[in-house]
């Protein structure tokens, strides 16, 4: 059986909200990504040399609206792995966008993004939600 859910809509500075028993939705300047939480980029690519070896990027954005990218890389062929690069930083997000400024250097970079389900599109590149 289909429920059919009324709000009321309303038009301000902010963009339409509409409200109804269900939650606050709004379309226009206040609504943001839900991007709290940590996801995961992972890339296996073989070496000339001959070694597999896998690039996995990882961010977590906190509410408070800092955050952290760790990239590590394993070779998979030797079992180990070689290199750890963490990156704290700051973000801020819009409906279609998120802008990060990494702690170490106060140059931004914004990617597209966007949520669907369990996964965070950054400019085109899929990370799957790890919780």
Not at 85 to 106: E, G, H, N, Q
């Amino acid at each position: 059986m289909a429920v059919a859910t009324l709000g009321l809509a309303c038009i301000g500075s902010d963009g339409l909200v509409v409200e109804s028993d269900r939650g606050t939705i709004g379309v226009g300047s206040s609504p943001t990504l839900d991007l709290v939480g940590s996801w995961r980029h992972t890339v296996i690519v073989q070496t000339d040399g001959g070694d597999v070896q896998s690039s996995e990027t990882a961010w977590t954005f906190e509410d408070d609206l800092d955050c952290v990218r760790v990239v590590t890389l394993r070779s998979v062929s030797f079992g180990g792995v070689l290199d750890i690069l963490p990156r704290t930083c700051t973000y801020t997000a819009s409906t279609a966008s998120v802008t990060i400024v990494f702690t170490d250097d106060p140059t931004s970079v914004t990617f597209d993004a966007r949520v669907v389900r369990d996964t965070l599109y950054l400019d085109d590149f899929a990370f799957e939600r790890i919780r």
